[in-house]
């Protein structure tokens, strides 16, 4: 009840509220790869390496223990930007196993009651020749409850395979394109140049690429403290 008093309300102005920063962990961060530093972005700890420095994979990049400071130990965090060399390799067999449709078709249909199936047809499996199987299960219910009841369809298409030669074009345009696939699953990649080798060995075509580019190698390595 604010009868007869006088409420002061004061805005203020809000103020984002900083990331709170891992203080139960403290660790390094180490080079996922081997390269040549190009930048060096530190937010916590210490610089280990310097602008230039070749690294190798492992190597100490930025320190979680620093000499001054109330905490000797922190969870080391930053970017290490360098310059990579990758290598991507794929193959593609020159053959390609084909299939196609007869057009024969055999559909089995039967009804199973508690768990025992009733043949609805006379059809049976094929034995020999190519087939491709799909069915559907259909499960009857009465008012909104499932009965111990289903009903079952089979269908059976023939198929001829075979085999069809791809040229060599066709071969090398499905390999880059699954070289890129593998060079998307590397994040904050930036490439700077890529050369292509293809090879054909034993009806296959053999391609690998070799990439220079840039990339963050710093990785997390926890400090064990006993």
């Known amino acids: 009840n604010t009868s007869g008093s006088t409420v002061h309300i004061q805005l203020t102005e809000g103020v984002e509220k900083p990331e709170m920063t891992d203080t139960e962990h403290v660790g390094n961060m180490k080079a996922a790869v081997a390269g040549q530093v190009l930048r060096i972005e530190?937010?916590?700890?210490?610089a280990a390496v310097s602008v230039?420095?070749?690294?190798?994979?492992?190597?100490?990049?930025?320190?979680?223990?620093?000499?001054?400071?109330?905490?000797?130990?922190?969870?080391?965090?930053?970017?290490?930007?360098?310059?990579?060399?990758?290598?991507?390799?794929?193959?593609?067999?020159l053959v390609?196993?084909?299939?196609?449709?007869?057009?024969?078709?055999?559909?089995?249909?039967s009804l199973n009651i508690f768990g025992v199936p009733l043949p609805m047809s006379l059809t049976t499996a094929p034995m020999k020749g190519n087939w491709e199987r799909s069915g559907s299960v259909t499960i009857l219910k009465a008012n909104g409850s499932r009965l111990p009841v289903y009903w079952t369809e089979e269908i059976w298409k023939q198929v001829e395979k075979g085999q069809r030669e791809r040229s060599r074009e066709e071969a090398e345009e499905l390999a880059r394109k699954e070289?890129?696939?593998?060079?998307?699953?590397?994040?904050?990649?930036?490439?700077?140049?890529?050369?292509?080798?293809?090879?054909?060995?034993?009806?296959?075509?053999y391609c690998t690429v070799t990439i220079i580019c840039e990339e963050n190698i710093a990785i997390q390595s926890e400090i064990l403290i006993k």
Do not use: C, M
Request: hydrophobic content about 35%.
């Open 179 to 205: 070289i890129e696939k593998q060079e998307k699953e590397l994040s904050e990649l930036k490439i700077l140049e890529q050369e292509e080798q293809f090879e054909i060995r034993e009806q296959t075509l």
């Open 42 to 46: 530190v937010f916590s700890g210490k």
């Open 96 to 109: 390609e196993e084909t299939k196609a449709y007869t057009g024969e078709t055999l559909v089995r249909r």
């Open 52 to 93: 230039g420095e070749a690294v190798a994979p492992g190597q100490l990049l930025i320190s979680g223990t620093v000499e001054n400071g109330a905490s000797p130990a922190v969870r080391a965090d930053g970017r290490i930007i360098a310059k990579t060399t990758r290598t991507f390799s794929t193959k593609v067999p």
